[in-house]
């Protein structure tokens, strides 16, 4: 253990800092003689692997009491201590979430002889080395539009726009945070660009965002941990996650430790969170899981996601839409096999801001190898795309019809499409294939409002949150189209003694030909014995 008490440069004692808010800092000490300051802080294990992290982005994601936002404040002093004039934005969806976690902890820890001024009101504090410490809430995203940073740290991220994420890793271009390249004689290197003007060529740069989480399955799961270049894992973290190497994003990894790994914590802590949790509560927020389903509206998707195949040409077909101008219009494409009883979900195709012609245009391409007749029914629409009032006289239907495209529209109850759609699920009877990743994203994340331990009135808990199913809808829609089991299209043809006549092997003779029921020996369809009547 190292002794903090004596100087590392001088040797002389050292005392406690009077942090920011005037009180003895948390971590920081210095030297009574030469004015040396010592961070006394020691990462864990876990905590290390995240601080020794080169990449660009890093996912700090783990259950209560892993120590995350500790993490992040030390990440943070390691980038404004070595970076002088940097530009940091920490962030996070409403700014209360900020006030009482990280931003406290600074005032708590950072030296006040280290800071030169704050302003309460624009929310930032300045660094004797010319470092600016920023607080934003992040709930709308156009205001990220006019940062040039060196830095972010987003707290609570999986509360957050996942648009904050895309607009701040736009935002990270500060060139503080870099050296440029020199040659021998130590003159920086410049390359002139076609106009005559001189870039300075940078060596090395060290930007960089932390996204801290709870682990969730909405964007930090898909845009962060499903396509991280480096997954590190510590404690007993449940969850093996494997990013396909075409997926993997060289600049993005993530940290995922469980609550055990804290060594801090309280005795019997652990214990006290857990008891009379459900199993959900304790894999999500204790184990560190992403893949827990608790709230997910169709948690058996998952399962139905196949490799892709050829379908059969002669299998009759269904297309469905979502309709969106600035959110995504989405075509979904569906095959029946009879034979199997089972749709299968072949190929997706979505896009925005297109005009209806556009959209024509890409429904018939989309749909040039399905034969004429091939349809199972009409081309379902969303059903909001109709006429509201009489004086709405021409509808989204009429502007598809005017390009040879006839809408039928889908079924509107919520309630019946969830429970139609999940008893396909469950039954086995849908098959997506691995073609349709943007319907199998939203599957992954349609979710009931979040449900809170304890809430006994539920709310309006059975209704999925209205957002992120643009893809789900059609396929709501097609379920409601088809019969319970989609092996029996010939859903109601009885004859009239009131035998199924889609059961063809009870309509063959003796010798294995098809006849009609009145010309078979078997008695049961003599129409003239008739004794029991």
Not at 16 to 28: P, V
Not at 205 to 217: A, L, M, Q, Y
Request: glycine share 6%.
């Amino acid at each position: 253990m190292k002794d903090f008490r004596v100087c590392p440069r001088c040797g002389s004692p050292t005392k406690k800092s009077i942090a920011f808010n005037d009180s003895e800092s948390e971590f920081w000490m210095e030297c009574t003689r030469c004015n040396t300051y010592i961070n006394t802080y020691i990462p864990q294990p876990h905590q290390s692997s995240v601080h020794m992290d080169p990449h660009t982005f890093v996912g700090n994601f783990g259950g209560y009491g892993t120590g995350k936002t500790l993490t992040s404040r030390e990440e943070l002093y390691k980038h404004i201590f070595t970076t002088p004039n940097a530009n940091v934005l920490i962030g996070a969806n409403v700014s209360s979430q900020y006030e009482q976690t990280i931003k406290r902890d600074i005032e708590a820890d950072i030296p006040k002889a280290f800071v030169k001024s704050v302003n309460t009101q624009k929310q930032f504090m300045d660094l004797v080395n010319g470092a600016r410490i920023m607080f934003r809430p992040l709930d709308d995203v156009d205001k990220l539009r006019s940062y040039n940073l060196t830095m972010f740290i987003i707290i609570e991220a999986s509360e957050v726009d996942p648009e904050a994420f895309v607009q701040l890793k736009t935002r990270l271009r500060n060139l503080a945070a870099s050296i440029p390249e020199r040659d021998e004689d130590g003159n920086i290197i410049y390359d002139t660009l076609e106009n005559g003007l001189e870039v300075p060529r940078i060596k090395d740069v060290w930007c960089k965002g932390i996204i801290e989480s709870n682990p969730d399955s909405g964007w930090v799961r898909t845009e962060v941990l499903y396509v991280s270049d480096d997954i590190q894992t510590a404690g007993h973290v449940t969850d093996v996650v494997n990013v396909a190497d075409n997926v993997k994003d060289a600049n993005i990894s993530s940290h995922i430790a469980s609550t055990d790994c804290n060594a801090f914590l309280p005795p019997g802590f652990i214990d006290q969170q857990c008891k009379n949790k459900p199993g959900w509560w304790i894999k999500r927020y204790i184990f560190s899981s992403f893949s827990y389903s608790e709230g997910l509206v169709y948690p058996n998707a998952v399962n139905c996601v196949v490799p892709h195949f050829e379908i059969d040409k002669s299998w009759l077909r269904l297309v469905a839409c979502d309709y969106g101008l600035s959110d995504e219009f989405v075509y979904l494409f569906g095959a029946i096999d009879e034979k199997r009883g089972k749709l299968i979900i072949y190929k997706e195709a979505h896009t925005n801001n297109r005009s209806i012609e556009e959209l024509a245009d890409i429904f018939f391409k989309e749909t040039e190898d399905i034969p004429a007749g091939g349809y199972y029914t009409m081309p379902i629409l969303d059903p909001k795309s109709g006429a509201k009032r009489d004086y709405n006289k021409k509808t989204l239907y009429d502007h598809f019809l005017d390009y040879g495209i006839a809408f039928q529209p889908g079924h509107i109850s919520i309630e019946a499409r969830v429970f139609r759609l999940n008893t396909y699920l469950e039954s086995g009877k849908v098959e997506i294939m691995d073609t349709c990743p943007y319907l199998i994203g939203e599957l992954m994340d349609y979710k009931f409002p979040p449900k809170k331990i304890g809430d006994a009135s539920n709310r309006a808990l059975d209704k999925p949150v209205d957002k992120n199913n643009h893809a789900i809808n059609p396929l709501e829609w097609m379920a409601m189209a088809l019969p319970a089991d989609p092996a029996k299209l010939m859903y109601g043809s009885f004859d009239r003694y009131g035998h199924d006549l889609s059961r063809l092997d009870d309509m063959h003779d003796d010798d294995g030909k098809w006849c009609p029921p009145q010309l078979r020996d078997d008695p049961v369809y003599d129409v003239y014995e008739r004794t029991e009547w």
